[in-house]
Every structure is written in structure tokens, then in C-alpha cells.
């Protein structure tokens, strides 16, 4: 903060590995700060219910910012016989709080209020499939992301490629 940062970003079981609440941290560091947090929701660890259960808490606790990710699978961490459960990808996370923000709420059902997130998603620039992940990156998009958070890029071309391939999409990158 006495740097200039103005948001912390926290991730969700990186690398599939476990950590505190995600949310639950972004509060404490707000509290404790003064910080915005930008919070990963991950579909990997918890289905369509729990999902939803999460985005209304951490709406309720004032987290508006969510990096919307589908997460690494759970062989690559400390645990790599857990089960993962994708109910969804993050393409059907962006929908579901898409329709959140609009007050509809994933079984089609009107909401007493709507939630205010600010629906961001992950991309990689330097991607070894860069077409898929324009392709995917597309979908995320249509499904309502509002702001595209990349990996860090460490070799300007694929920069410069990347935004070429995405000089047509009204969605602000960091």
C-alpha cells in the first residue's frame, strides 16, 4: 500500500494446492489495509451449489472483484488423488454470475437483489495453443467477463500477438 498498490490480488488454491479462504483473506486484508482485493474463484473444488453459496458470501462481505478461473487439476498439487469437480468451467461460472448480477440466479429464478461483481478472467498470452486460448478467451467474454487478467508476459511478441488477436474485444487487460 505505502508503494501505491491500490489491489491485492488472491488467488484459489494455486497450483491446486490448499490454502485459506481466499475470501476470507481479502476481507482481513481490507480490514487490516484499506486494500481492495481481486479474489479467484476457482470451479475446480466445488460444484454448482457451493458455487453459488461462495459468490453470495462473498458478496455479503463486500467482495465485489473475481477473477474467474477454472483452476489447475488437483495431480499437480499436494493431494493429486482429490477429486475435482468442475460442475462447471469458468465459462459457466461467468454465466451463472453474469445472470447474478442481472438477478437471475442459475436455476432461472428472479433474486430478491443483485449481486455488483466485477467479472474478470484469466488468460495466457504466451499460451503453447495460442488459438484455443483465444477461442476460450472469447467464450469467457460472450459469457460476460468485463476485464481480462493475463498471466505475466515475459517476451514482448507474444504481447504484441496477443493484443493483435484481441484489438476487437471492448474489454480493458491487465
Do not use: W
Amino acid at each position: 500500500r505505502d508503494a501505491g498498490a491500490d489491489v491485492i490480488n488472491i488467488a484459489d488454491g494455486p497450483r491446486a494446492s490448499v490454502r485459506m479462504s481466499n475470501i476470507a483473506l481479502a476481507v482481513k486484508m481490507r480490514e487490516a489495509l484499506g486494500i481492495e482485493a481481486i479474489v479467484h474463484m476457482c470451479t475446480r473444488d466445488k460444484n454448482i451449489l457451493a458455487l453459488q453459496a461462495s459468490a453470495l458470501g462473498a458478496h455479503v462481505l463486500g467482495v465485489r472483484n473475481l477473477v474467474v478461473i477454472t483452476g489447475d487439476p488437483p495431480k499437480i498439487g499436494d493431494y493429486p488423488n482429490a477429486t475435482a469437480v468442475y460442475d462447471v468451467d469458468s465459462v459457466g461460472l461467468l454465466r451463472m454470475l453474469s445472470g447474478m448480477n442481472a438477478g437471475i440466479d442459475p436455476a432461472g429464478k428472479s433474486m430478491a437483489e443483485a449481486t455488483e461483481f466485477v467479472l474478470a478472467t484469466g488468460c495466457e498470452p504466451a499460451a503453447a495453443d495460442f488459438g484455443r486460448e483465444m477461442k476460450r478467451l472469447r467464450q469467457k467474454v460472450d459469457a460476460g467477463a468485463e476485464l481480462i487478467m493475463t498471466q505475466p508476459v515475459y517476451d514482448p511478441s507474444h504481447l504484441e500477438r496477443f493484443f493483435e488477436a484481441t484489438a476487437d474485444l471492448d474489454v480493458p487487460v491487465m
